[in-house]
């Protein structure tokens, strides 16, 4: 393992259930060491047996985010990003599917000359090279261990990060578990017992860690954290309460107000104070009650989980933030609105504006196909993600004369395939990282509205922002990360136009189209990418902010 001199370490655990807010805790304390100066990087190992997240079931796991590399990976990557605001990778994502394909592939390759393969030292030494791989070049590495400690699956992973401090020196290792302790009704208090068994777990496989934060739903009495210090042997000031907050993105200063800032700066060895002066502004303009309200519909097929569409909604919440605007997020059943539903069809027509995101397989689709036909004959803004951008041109088709227009996904044929399968994606449909994944080049045609959109985004931050590039002949080119099979069939431009849309960007070689608008509308755009994974909380990403901006 080739390790990193300079770079310290700290590894979260979480203890009692999951969800209990790991990611958060952990990005926003790399928020903190990034305002001090430090370069952060952030890491994620989990326990599952999947080699990465793209066949994971959304509504259990939440989003499948996608790195600029084109790793399909958990909702949390998103959380670092938007946090750090930094590019994950794919040595950001560590699963103990991909670290045992790796390992058995290695073994039927001879590589291990014959030795027996197992869990220490072979898996939990293949787990360290990751971890070392993913902090090169970084001052401060943070590296969140997924699930809760006792699980039997993730047993691997608590073993290599103990080993790894023997490797770099336990003064370069921080250990920060994430308790919770639950409020009992019954009997009207806080009870510690399940903190203090994860404790005595943890400690049980040989790390007692320097710093503990305790979870609960409402700020607890110092006592409580006393009474887990003792149990687990630390200064009482090393154990700190995060309580329940209206916004994750109000979590680093909360952390900052807990008293972790001596623990950090001892550790760093810097006491440096960091400048949360951008999160300050952007706490006090998410809290305030703003004298506009905006209502935005979210067309979509799950709406039981709030988590499978995050980057999407928290893209608008701060985009509303920077726009002085307050949002209400109305979410509206796509099957439902299929299915001409009063309620659904209602809800359509009261929202300010309609988000269409990406999405796959035919359920609720002609709900969104729906959608995008509303905006376009009342004038409504819209805003669609890879998929919503397919609706909405089967929607301009069909309005342009192709009654059946559809998409091959969807069960189309040639003659009204609008949309179809890339010819390298055939027969992979039901596979896993086979999709044009990641970072893709565009380039925005010059006069069109989407070009304005990221050239404006240029001049007014006076660099080049999400790999954006004004070009000589005034074309635009843009960088998106993407996570589709699917592309629109060209030969049915004429058609689409017809009904309202324009291609206004295209792949570099002219073989993709990449953004549509209306431009006749006052905002209708849509991009066969997925921006959401690039918006910022402190650095909005402009098709979002232009689209909350002509709300109303």
């Not at 939440?62 to 990003?81: A, K, N, S, W």
């Not at 796959?360 to 196909?369: D, M, N, P």
């Not at 074309?475 to 060209?490: A, C, G, M, S, T």
């Not at 006052?522 to 994974?533: G, N, S, V």
Request: charged content about 25%; hydrophobic content about 40%.
């Amino acid at each position: 393992m080739k390790k990193n001199t300079n770079c310290k370490y700290i590894f979260v655990t979480g203890g009692v259930l999951s969800g209990v807010g790991k990611g958060i805790t952990a990005a926003s304390m790399g928020a903190i060491l990034k305002a001090k100066g430090f370069k952060v990087t952030m890491q994620k190992c989990d326990p599952y047996l999947n080699v990465d997240a793209g066949l994971l079931n959304p509504i259990e796991h939440g989003e499948c985010y996608v790195t600029h590399d084109g790793i399909e990976t958990d909702l949390d990557l998103g959380h670092y990003e938007r946090f750090l605001d930094f590019e994950t990778s794919k040595y950001s994502i560590t699963l103990s599917g991909s670290i045992y394909k790796e390992l058995i592939e290695r073994e039927r390759a001879g590589g291990f000359h014959g030795k027996t393969v197992q869990l220490v030292p072979h898996f939990t030494d293949l787990v360290q090279e990751k971890i070392a791989l993913a902090s090169r070049d970084s001052d401060i590495h943070i590296v969140e261990i997924g699930g809760t400690v006792g699980d039997y699956e993730g047993l691997p992973f608590i073993e290599a990060i103990r080993l790894f401090a023997n490797k770099v020196g336990r003064e370069n290792c921080l250990y920060l578990s994430v308790v919770f302790v639950p409020w009992l009704n019954t009997s009207k208090e806080l009870k510690t017992k399940p903190a203090q068994n994860a404790l005595k777990d943890l400690r049980g496989f040989g790390i007692i860690p320097d710093v503990v934060c305790v979870r609960t739903e409402k700020p607890a009495s110092r006592s409580i954290c006393e009474k887990i210090a003792a149990f687990a042997g630390l200064n009482p000031d090393a154990v700190l309460n995060l309580p329940d907050i209206d916004s994750v993105y109000d979590v680093p200063l909360n952390v900052l107000r807990s008293g972790v800032l001596e623990i950090l700066d001892k550790f760093v060895g810097s006491s440096k104070t960091p400048d949360m002066r951008k999160w300050e502004k952007f706490s006090k303009m998410r809290s305030t009650n703003w004298p506009e309200i905006v209502k935005v519909g979210l067309v979509a097929k799950y709406v039981g989980n709030e988590d499978t569409y995050i980057c999407v909604t928290e893209a608008l919440k701060a985009a509303a933030a920077h726009n002085h605007k307050n949002l209400d997020l109305i979410w509206i059943n796509a099957e439902k609105l299929e299915e001409s539903d009063p309620e659904a069809v209602g809800l359509l027509h009261s929202v300010d504006g309609v988000v269409v995101p990406g999405g796959f397989g035919s359920r609720g689709v002609e709900g969104k196909i729906l959608a995008a036909d509303y905006c376009l004959a009342h004038d409504v803004p819209y805003l669609g993600l890879c998929l919503g951008m397919q609706v909405a041109c089967i929607a301009a088709a069909r309005r342009g004369g192709v009654k059946d227009a559809n998409s091959e996904e969807f069960g189309a044929t040639a003659k009204n395939n609008v949309i179809y399968i890339m010819e390298d994606q055939k027969g992979k449909e039901s596979t896993g990282a086979s999709m044009r994944l990641g970072d893709y080049p565009a380039k925005l045609k010059h006069g069109t509205k989407t070009a304005k959109i990221y050239r404006d985004e240029v001049e007014e931050c006076g660099e080049y922002v999400y790999g954006t590039e004004v070009l000589k002949n005034g074309d635009v080119k843009v960088i998106e990360r993407h996570r589709h099979r699917y592309e629109v069939n060209q030969d049915f431009l004429p058609t689409i136009e017809k009904g309202g849309l324009v291609v206004s960007g295209y792949s570099p070689d002219g073989k993709l189209v990449e953004f549509v608008e209306a431009p006749k509308l006052k905002f209708f755009q849509a991009t066969q990418a997925h921006p959401e994974f690039k918006s910022r909380p402190l650095h909005v990403h402009p098709l979002f902010m232009e689209f909350i901006k002509s709300l109303k």
